[in-house]
C-alpha cells in the first residue's frame, strides 16, 4: 500500500529556480519525512517534519505540512544541476512504530 | 565509519533459484527493512524486523525470506516462488521509535537472467 503520492512526477528546471514538489497522503500520521535517491542509489534522508509543525528549514530546503488537507511541500531554493534526482515523501502508517510508507517520487531534473 | 552496507550491488539469478542479499549494519539499530524498488517506482516494504529473531511480513513477502539471527545482519532471500524478481533491492536501519530516521544501503540490482 502507498500512502503518499507526489506531485508533479516529473519536473524540469533551470538552474538557480525554486522546485516545489507536493506530496498527499491518505490516513493520520505521526510525521512525514523527506528522502533524495541519486539514480541507482540508496536514499537519503533530508528532513523530518512532525504532526503538530507546520514549517521546517534546513539550509536550501523548505517543507510544509497541512495536516487538515493530508499535505506536505517541499522547496529546494536556488536549485544547482548537483539538486537532480529523485525525491520521495515517506509516512509512517499512523499507529506506533510502524514502518515507513513510500510515494512514488517526483524526478527533478536541474539543468545548467 | 558508521553505516549500512548491501552486497552484492549487481546479482544475476537464474529462472528457478534462490539467491541471498546481504545487509550488514553497524549503527547499533535494532529495526531492519527490506524494500523493493522498480523502476520509476516508489518502494514497496517486503518485510522488517525490529528485534533479534523476530521479523514481520510487509505489503509484497510472497516469495521472500528473511532472518534475523543478529542485530547486525538482516539477509533477504529470494526463492523461486518470486515470479517477478529483477528490481532493485534497498535494505534501511533505524532506531525503534515514532520519528525515527532510515539509513539505506546502497541497494542491489537483481536481475533474472
Known amino acids: 500500500s502507498q500512502q503518499g503520492e507526489e506531485d508533479p512526477q516529473a519536473l524540469s528546471i533551470q538552474e538557480g529556480e525554486n522546485a516545489t514538489m507536493n506530496c498527499s497522503y491518505k490516513t493520520s500520521i505521526n510525521n512525514l519525512q523527506w528522502y533524495r535517491q541519486n539514480s541507482g542509489r540508496g536514499l537519503v534522508h533530508l528532513i523530518l517534519?512532525?504532526?503538530?509543525?507546520r514549517e521546517k528549514h534546513s539550509g536550501r530546503l523548505r517543507v510544509t505540512l497541512d495536516t487538515s488537507k493530508k499535505s506536505s511541500s517541499l522547496l529546494i531554493t536556488a536549485s544547482r544541476a548537483a539538486d537532480t534526482a529523485s525525491y520521495f515523501c515517506?509516512?509512517?502508517?499512523?499507529?506506533?512504530?510502524?514502518?515507513?510508507?513510500f510515494g512514488k517520487g517526483t524526478r527533478l531534473s536541474v539543468i545548467a | 565509519d558508521g553505516g549500512i552496507t548491501q552486497s552484492p550491488k549487481y546479482l544475476f539469478r537464474k529462472e528457478g533459484q534462490n539467491v541471498t542479499l546481504s545487509c550488514e549494519q553497524n549503527l547499533n539499530h535494532d529495526a531492519m527493512y527490506w524494500y523493493r524498488q522498480d523502476p520509476g517506482q516508489g518502494l514497496r516494504l517486503i518485510y522488517y524486523?525490529?528485534?533479534?529473531?523476530?521479523?514481520q511480513k510487509g505489503d509484497i513477502a510472497e516469495g521472500y525470506s528473511v532472518s534475523r539471527e543478529k542485530k547486525e545482519s538482516f539477509p533477504l532471500t529470494v526463492t523461486s516462488a518470486q515470479k517477478n524478481p529483477t528490481a532493485f533491492y534497498l535494505c534501511?536501519?533505524?532506531?525503534?521509535?515514532?520519528?525515527?530516521?532510515?539509513?539505506f544501503g546502497q541497494g542491489t540490482r537483481l536481475t533474472v537472467v
Open positions: 534501511a536501519s533505524s532506531i525503534v521509535g515514532i520519528n525515527a530516521e532510515a539509513f
Open positions: 515517506a509516512t509512517d502508517r499512523g499507529s506506533g512504530n510502524t514502518p515507513l510508507v
Open positions: 524486523s525490529q528485534i533479534v529473531n523476530d521479523f
Open positions: 517534519i512532525r504532526s503538530n509543525e
